[in-house]
């Protein structure tokens, strides 16, 4: 199936910036899964998507839907050391999540 | 469970031996998935169940792999005559239902090494 497409591979920041990952899709997506996987560690599951245009926050995250469903974003504010990690994006097709390479954080303390 | 459980956690075999990885999922998730990660990549769909069906098999990688479910729990994914590029993480994760309407919980995975 296809991948939705996310951008950057990798950010670097310094500790106290913000930080945002993109994903984008060709096709309208019914909804959009967000996973975090610490290094050495399992993806976690963060949040599930689901409503055009739909916006959800969880402390220092905001998680965006984009009005077409093509479209979501991951926004950390004020990056922590422990927001290190991969940050996927993933599509669900029926019955399986498709991952792709993911967004790789790490943040200089 | 808890949580999903995976065993071993690490695996290091001989270059044609054959492997076990056990997955022990959520109480209750009828959903079962099996994905593989090398170094530095994202992760592979390998095959997933529903109860103890395996609708789709398609992301096996060859005729070496195989997987089963039983109980409509445990899960024991064999790798037969492993080559080195058979190399990776294998995670398991389970949910209440197939349907991508529900979150994935991963085990810890089993990191297998062929030497």
């Known amino acids: 199936g296809q991948q939705v497409m996310q951008i950057p591979q990798y950010q670097h920041v310094q500790e106290g910036e913000d930080f945002t990952t993109y994903c984008n899709s060709s096709?309208?997506?019914?909804?959009i899964q967000w996973y975090k996987q610490r290094p050495g560690g399992h993806p976690v599951f963060l949040i599930q998507?689901?409503?055009?245009?739909e916006v959800k926050k969880q402390k220092r995250l905001t998680f965006q839907f984009g009005e077409a469903k093509k479209n979501s974003s991951l926004h950390i504010t004020a990056t922590q050391t422990t927001d290190v990690g991969t940050y996927f994006c993933t599509r669900g097709s029926n019955y399986k999540l498709t991952f792709g390479k993911g967004t790789l954080l790490t943040v200089n303390p | 469970g808890a949580g999903v459980s995976q065993s071993p956690s690490n695996k290091v075999t001989e270059k044609g031996k054959d492997v076990e990885l056990r997955c022990d999922p959520i109480?209750?998730?009828?959903?079962l998935y099996w994905y593989r990660q090398s170094l530095g990549q994202g992760l592979e769909f390998l095959i997933y169940f529903q109860g103890n069906s395996a609708p789709d098999k398609s992301g096996l990688p060859s005729d070496r792999f195989s997987a089963e479910r039983t109980g409509g729990s445990v899960s024991t994914l064999t790798i037969q005559r492993t080559q080195q590029e058979d190399s990776a993480v294998y995670l398991c994760?389970?949910?209440?239902?197939?349907?991508?309407?529900?979150?994935?919980?991963f085990g810890s995975g089993t990191r297998l090494t062929v030497v």
């Open positions: 998507l689901v409503k055009s245009g």
């Open positions: 109480s209750g998730h009828t959903a």
């Open positions: 994760a389970s949910s209440l239902e197939t349907g991508n309407f529900y979150g994935y919980t």
């Open positions: 096709t309208t997506l019914s909804n």
